[in-house]
């Protein structure tokens, strides 16, 4: 996805608290439908208006815009959606898988997974296990 025409990316968590991060806070961001074999196939409707499933998606943060304590809100929030919001004021949210994990005391969403990558913070949530993540986060 391109972010030229983006203005910004709001996180919608499950708890009903939203972030909105503007657009030059973001360093690479990848939304996508994959199947089993990491393959991209055709994304899925939700059958409500504006909303689409998207069950792979990368989120690389400008390590110089954003802060550790905003960075743990997400980290320790589950990420129910991402709604990107576009200059000319339409938007789109993709829907993300969630899984909390049972042995987590939380209910951590067991596909969202938060790294630090030559000091960038970065969210993936993916239903998949995906191999050399170092190599996509760079």
Same mark, same amino acid.
């Given at each position: 996805?391109?972010?030229?025409?983006?203005?910004?990316?709001?996180?919608?968590?499950?708890?009903?608290?939203?972030?909105?991060?503007?657009?030059?806070?973001?360093?690479?961001?990848?939304?996508?439908?994959?199947?089993?074999?990491?393959?991209?196939?055709?994304?899925?409707?939700?059958?409500?208006?504006?909303?689409?499933?998207?069950?792979?998606?990368?989120?690389?943060?400008?390590?110089?815009?954003?802060?550790? &304590? #905003?960075?743990? %809100?997400?980290? =320790? @929030?589950? /990420?129910?959606?991402?709604?990107? *919001?576009?200059?000319?004021?339409?938007? !789109?949210?993709?829907?993300?898988?969630?899984?909390?994990?049972?042995?987590?005391?939380?209910?951590?969403?067991?596909?969202? &997974? #938060?790294?630090? %990558?030559?000091? =960038? @913070?970065? /969210?993936?949530?993916?239903?998949? *296990?995906?191999?050399?993540?170092?190599? !996509?986060?760079?």
């Amino acid at each position: 996805m391109t972010l030229n025409n983006a203005n910004s990316i709001i996180l919608n968590f499950e708890e009903g608290i939203k972030l909105s991060i503007p657009i030059d806070y973001i360093k690479k961001i990848y939304i996508s439908n994959i199947n089993c074999n990491g393959d991209e196939i055709p994304y899925e409707e939700t059958g409500i208006k504006n909303k689409l499933l998207a069950n792979f998606i990368i989120l690389v943060l400008n390590e110089e815009s954003f802060e550790k &304590k #905003e960075f743990n %809100i997400i980290k =320790n @929030n589950n /990420i129910y959606s991402i709604t990107v *919001k576009f200059n000319t004021g339409k938007t !789109i949210e993709f829907i993300t898988p969630n899984s909390n994990n049972p042995f987590f005391s939380k209910n951590h969403n067991s596909y969202q &997974k #938060e790294y630090i %990558i030559n000091n =960038n @913070n970065a /969210i993936m949530i993916s239903e998949y *296990k995906i191999k050399n993540i170092a190599s !996509i986060l760079i």
